[in-house]
C-alpha cells in the first residue's frame, strides 16, 4: 500500500507531496549525488515495501539536464554548478520534474549525447547545456580538447546523420573577454559548440552567451539565465519556442579565451585552433597614447580583478594604476642583500617602489609572474587617472608599506627611516606602462620628485615608445628571436605582433638614454638560439643586455611551467657567453656583470669601459640634474664606476660584501644530500664549500 506523508505534516504547508520529492532531488543535487541517485534510492524503497514521499502523485515527464563544463582556473566550473542549482530551485517551486547532473567535459563520455531516449522513457526533453572556456588561439582548455574535436568530427563525416542531436536541446555559454573580437578569438570555443551542435540537429534553447571578463559575469547571466529557464519549462509539455541563433557581438568565428580562462594572439583564421593550455583575460588593437572617446569609459578593473590583486598584496592606486612592495626591499633592510639593480646599477632596494600606472597588458606571458589576475588591452579606452596624483598616492602607498616592515625580526632602523625617501621607481610591476596615455606627464613628475625611472615595455608599442620622454633607463622585453616562439610565450594580442617587436627594437635605438634588452630565459622554450638573439641586437643597439633566468612563482592554471624550467645560473652564463660569440657581437658587448642571487647576467656596451673600469653604475643626482635642465644629453653623461665585487667573474658574483647574505635550511639540505654542484656550494659557502655538508 502506498502511502504519501501530507505535507503540512511536515511543516511545508506551501508544498506538495511533489514539491518535496523534488526537495530531496535538489538535496541529492547539492551533495554531489544527482538526481538519477536520488530516484534509484526510492525505487529500491518501493521493492522493499517502503513508502516514499509523493509516491501517489502522478509525475510528470522528466526533463534532462546534463550541465557540461570545460575550464582551467574554475570559472566554468562554478557557474556551471550555480546555474544547475537554479533550475533545480526553480523546477521545485514549479512542480516540474527534472534531474540534472553537472559533469566535467574532461571526463565525460561523449557517445552518451548520441543514445536517444527510449520512445517509453519518462524522459520528454533531453537537454545540454555547455559552459566553456577559451584557451590560445580561441582552443578549449587542453582537458577537453578531445570533446569538441570529436563534435566536429561528427559534423564533417559524411557518414554522420546531420539529425544525430535531434533529440537534444542545448545552448552555450562560453567565457572570454570581448578584448579578442579584433583578433578573432572571443569565446570561440563556446561558438564552435553551438555552432557544431546546431549543425547536428540539436535546438537552440537560449543564444550563445559570451561572458567576458571585462565586466562583472552576474551582470551578464543574470538576464540571460531566465531567458534559458523560460525555454526549458515548456519543453516538460512537449512545446518549443524559436530562438535566435546567436547574439552576434562579432563575427562567428572571431572569438578568444579566459576563464577568465583565455589566452590570446591573433592567427590566420582559415586554421582550425589546436588544444590550448593557457588562461587569460583580455583586449584589442591600437597603440598607446590613444585617449577613450569622451563619455565611453568604463573602469579597468572589475571587482573581482580588484578583489584578487588586493589579496597578492597590491595597493591598487585609483582606478587603474598599482604598487607593491618587492621581496627585495625586505631583505635588503635586513641586510641580506639587494637585487641584481643594487649590483648592476647601484639603487638601494629599499630605495626602490615598484609599481606601474597601468595594470592592463598586451600579452598575457607563460611566465608572467602575476598569474594573470591583471586585465588586458591594446588601446587605452578606460577611465584615466591625474598623473600627479598618481604618483603622490603611490608614494602614500609605498611609505604605509614601508611602516609595515617595522616589525619583521632584523630590519635595520637607519634603513627603514631612509626607505620612507623614494628615490627609484621600477615602472614593471605588471601590465604595461608605456600604455597608460599621460605617461610623460607621470615621468615628469617623478623625475620632478627626483625619483629615477626605470621603465620596461613588452615591445607592442613603438610608437609609444618613440614619444616617450627621456627616462633613467628604458628596457624592452625580447623574450624570444623567431616569430613562433615569442607566440607561444608571450601570447600576444595584436595580430602583428612580431612587425611590432621589431619596430620597437628600432625605436629603442633612437633613445639617447641607457637602453636594455631584457631576456627572460625559459628552459626548454626559449633558450635554444643563441644566435637568433644575437642577431636582434643589431635592431636596437642597446647599451645592456640583461639575460635573467625565469623566476617561478608556484604553480598556476594559467600556465604549465614548473621549477624544470628555471635554469641555473651556470646555465644563464653559459647562454650569454655562447650569444656573445655570435654574430661579431663581442667586437661592441662584453660581459660586465652579474648577480648569481638572481640567476642573472649583464652584457655591456664596450662604450661604458672607461679606462679598464666598467661604468654599469648611475649618478642619480647627474641624471636628475640633466633631465630637469631640458637640455640635450646621452646615456654616458650620468654613467659611474661599477663595484669590483659586482663585476662579471669576481668572487661575490654579485652579491655585496657589506651585505650578510641568509642562507635557507632547505639549501643546506640539498647541500648534505649532494644535490648541489661544486660550483654551487662554493656560491652559498662564505669560506670552505665543505662547511655547507657540516
Known amino acids: 500500500m502506498k502511502a504519501a506523508t501530507p505535507a503540512a505534516a511536515l511543516g511545508h504547508n506551501a508544498f506538495s507531496g511533489r514539491n518535496l520529492a523534488l ?71 514549479k512542480g516540474i520534474n527534472v534531474d540534472v547532473s553537472v559533469e566535467d567535459l574532461t571526463t565525460f563520455l561523449f557517445d552518451v549525447l548520441l543514445e536517444k531516449p527510449a520512445e517509453d522513457s519518462e524522459i520528454v526533453a533531453d537537454v545540454v547545456l555547455v559552459l566553456l572556456s577559451t584557451c590560445a588561439e580561441g582552443a ?47 569565446c570561440t570555443a563556446a561558438s564552435r559548440t553551438d555552432t557544431a551542435f546546431a549543425s547536428l540537429g540539436a535546438r537552440r534553447l537560449a543564444p550563445l552567451l559570451r561572458v567576458t571578463d571585462t565586466q562583472d559575469p552576474d551582470l551578464q547571466l543574470r538576464p540571460w539565465t531566465p531567458q534559458f529557464l523560460a525555454s526549458l519549462w515548456p519543453l516538460a509539455s512537449g512545446s518549443r519556442s524559436a530562438v535566435p541563433t546567436l547574439d552576434d557581438p562579432g563575427p562567428e568565428e572571431e572569438e578568444e579565451y579566459s576563464d577568465s580562462d583565455e589566452s590570446t594572439t591573433g592567427s590566420e583564421k ?10 587569460v583575460e583580455d583586449l584589442d588593437k591600437s ?5 577613450p572617446e569622451k563619455g565611453k569609459a568604463a573602469p579597468m578593473l572589475t571587482q573581482k580583478m580588484r578583489k584578487q590583486l588586493t589579496k597578492e598584496g597590491y595597493k591598487i592606486v585609483g582606478g587603474h594604476s598599482a604598487v607593491k612592495l618587492c621581496r627585495w626591499t625586505k631583505h635588503q633592510l635586513r641586510g ?96 604595461e606602462p608605456i600604455m597608460y596615455p599621460h605617461i610623460n606627464a607621470l615621468v615628469d613628475e617623478m623625475h620632478k620628485r627626483n625619483i ?36 607561444a610565450i608571450d601570447r600576444p594580442l595584436f595580430p602583428d605582433y612580431w612587425e611590432r617587436f621589431l619596430e620597437s627594437m628600432r625605436a629603442l635605438r633612437e633613445k639617447k638614454q641607457r ?45 604549465g611551467m614548473t621549477i624544470s624550467n628555471v635554469p641555473w645560473h651556470e646555465e644563464v652564463r653559459n647562454f650569454s657567453e655562447a650569444m656573445l660569440a655570435c654574430e661579431n657581437l663581442s667586437e661592441r658587448y662584453e660581459l660586465a656583470c652579474e648577480h648569481s642571487h638572481s640567476n642573472i647576467v649583464l652584457i655591456c656596451h664596450k662604450k661604458f669601459k672607461i679606462d679598464g673600469t666598467w661604468n654599469t653604475w648611475i649618478d642619480y643626482d647627474k641624471f636628475n640634474a640633466c633631465v630637469l635642465s631640458g637640455e640635450e644629453f646621452n646615456a654616458e653623461d650620468y654613467g659611474a664606476p661599477s663595484p669590483a665585487w659586482s663585476v662579471y ?7 655585496d660584501p657589506n651585505e650578510q647574505r641568509k642562507i635557507h635550511n632547505r639549501t643546506k639540505r640539498r647541500a648534505l644530500a649532494g644535490e648541489l654542484s661544486e660550483q654551487q656550494l662554493t656560491r652559498y659557502a662564505s669560506t670552505d664549500p665543505a662547511a655547507m655538508r657540516m
Open 515 to 559: 637602453t636594455v634588452y631584457r631576456l627572460t630565459l625559459v628552459k626548454g622554450q626559449n633558450d635554444g638560439n643563441s644566435e637568433a638573439y644575437a642577431r636582434l641586437v643589431a635592431l636596437g643597439e642597446p647599451d645592456f643586455i640583461e639575460i635573467k633566468s625565469v623566476t617561478f612563482c608556484g604553480d598556476s592554471k594559467t600556465s
Open 649 to 655: 667573474g669576481a668572487k661575490e658574483e654579485g652579491f
Open 452 to 487: 629615477s625611472t626605470f621603465l620596461v615595455t613588452n615591445a607592442q608599442f613603438p610608437d609609444a615608445i618613440r614619444a616617450l620622454k627621456p627616462v633613467t633607463q628604458l628596457y624592452i622585453s625580447i623574450d624570444a628571436a623567431t616569430p613562433d616562439t615569442l607566440k
Open 287 to 291: 597603440c598607446a597614447g590613444t585617449l
Open 336 to 431: 641580506r642583500g639587494g637585487c641584481y639593480k643594487h649590483s648592476f646599477y647601484g639603487i638601494a632596494s629599499y630605495n626602490c617602489m615598484e609599481a606601474t600606472p597601468s595594470l592592463a597588458c598586451a600579452n598575457k606571458c607563460t611566465f608572467c609572474w602575476r598569474h594573470h589576475k591583471n586585465p588586458v588591452g591594446t588601446e587605452w579606452k578606460w577611465q584615466t587617472d591625474d598623473p600627479v596624483q598618481i604618483v603622490k598616492q603611490m608614494v602614500e602607498e609605498n611609505r604605509k608599506m614601508i611602516r609595515e616592515c617595522k616589525g619583521i625580526p632584523g630590519v635595520k632602523p637607519e634603513r627603514l627611516e631612509e626607505a620612507m625617501n623614494v628615490k627609484h621607481c621600477a615602472l614593471s610591476l605588471v601590465g
Open 23 to 93: 526537495g530531496a532531488a535538489a538535496f541529492a543535487l547539492t551533495a554531489g549525488v544527482g538526481y538519477g541517485a536520488w530516484k534509484a534510492h526510492q525505487q529500491a524503497q518501493r521493492r522493499r515495501g517502503v513508502a516514499s514521499v509523493g509516491d501517489d502523485i502522478e509525475r510528470p515527464r522528466l526533463i534532462r539536464l546534463r550541465v557540461l563544463f570545460g575550464s582551467v582556473t574554475g570559472t566554468s566550473e562554478r557557474w556551471a554548478r550555480r546555474i544547475a542549482a537554479d533550475v533545480v530551485a526553480e523546477a521545485l517551486g
Open 270 to 279: 582559415e586554421e582550425a585552433p589546436k588544444a590550448g593550455d593557457s588562461d
Open 140 to 186: 578549449p582548455p587542453e582537458s577537453c580538447a578531445h570533446f569538441l574535436q570529436l563534435l566536429e568530427d561528427h559534423v564533417y563525416d559524411f557518414r554522420v546523420g546531420k539529425e544525430v542531436f535531434s533529440h537534444i536541446d542545448f545552448a552555450a555559454v562560453g567565457f572570454g573577454s570581448e578584448e579578442y573580437i579584433p583578433a578573432g578569438h572571443y
